[in-house]
Nanobody
């Protein structure tokens, strides 16, 4: 069982920056692929960015060049740096993790953190 706890959400004006953190409870989290998803009102939950245990990353087209995902395995933490934020980035952001080395995939989710971009 892994617990994921997000932090760092809040309100920012368009063009501003925010950093999110996802702290994992398990020391084995370095084996996990960790992703950030977001869920905006009236829309489905979408993948924003993901980082594998090997450090490979993928991004949604809508955030490429603006968001950066990274991880610090010593701190069991994954970060999402969000720059040049737009109103359409407003959503609840969720951290997701699964052990990519396990035989069966089990997904773990954080409780979510609100990001609001408005003037």
């Amino acid at each position: 069982q892994v617990q994921l706890v997000e932090s760092g959400g809040g309100w920012v004006q368009p063009g501003g920056s925010l950093g999110l953190s996802c702290a994992a409870s398990a020391s084995s989290s370095y084996l996990y692929t960790i992703g950030w998803y977001r869920h905006a009102p009236g829309k489905k939950r979408d993948l924003v960015a993901r980082i594998t245990s090997d450090g490979n990353t993928i991004y949604a087209d809508s955030v490429k060049g603006r968001f950066t995902i990274s991880r610090d395995n010593a701190k069991n933490t994954v970060y999402l740096q969000m720059n040049s934020l737009k109103p359409e980035d407003t959503a609840i952001y969720y951290c997701n993790g699964f052990n990519s080395k396990a035989m069966f995939r089990i997904d773990y989710w954080g409780q979510g953190t609100q990001v609001t971009v408005s003037s």
